[in-house]
């Protein structure tokens, strides 16, 4: 599945932003069992800090419980990352990812958008 992710930009701490990730076909499609964010910190390795299966269940990272939310529009075939209290450690590049099999890593990835938390 082709995924575009989009909604990245410069905010200041304590606000908020919302990514989107538009899938090439049905989220809610059997093939497509997970989707997900993952965060890549500038030297850092990519880091899932959300998750939503197919069945509409979600999961965050304890570093952003509370403060982020992985809502869905099936019709759409979008998911979003929905972030607020942004923190200067959230800074990243956001990647956008589907996993089709169940197995570590994810399968396939949207080319990513930065998001910059000012102090």
């Known amino acids: 599945v082709q995924l575009q992710a989009s909604g990245g930009g410069l905010v200041q701490a304590g606000g908020s932003l919302r990514l989107s990730c538009v899938a090439s076909?049905?989220?809610?499609?059997?093939?497509?069992?997970?989707m997900g964010w993952y965060q890549q910190a500038p030297g850092q390795e990519r880091y899932l800090v959300a998750a939503?299966?197919?069945?509409?269940?979600?999961g965050y990272a304890d570093s952003v419980k509370g403060r982020f939310t992985i809502p869905r529009d099936v019709d759409r075939n979008t998911i979003y990352l929905q972030m607020t209290s942004l923190k200067p450690e959230d800074t990243g590049i956001y990647y956008c990812?589907?996993?089709?099999?169940?197995?570590?890593?994810?399968?396939?990835w949207g080319q990513g958008t930065q998001v910059t938390v000012s102090s």
């Open positions: 990812a589907a996993d089709r099999d169940g197995v570590l890593p994810y399968d396939d």
């Open positions: 076909k049905n989220i809610s499609s059997p093939s497509i069992r997970v």
């Open positions: 939503i299966t197919r069945t509409d269940t979600p």
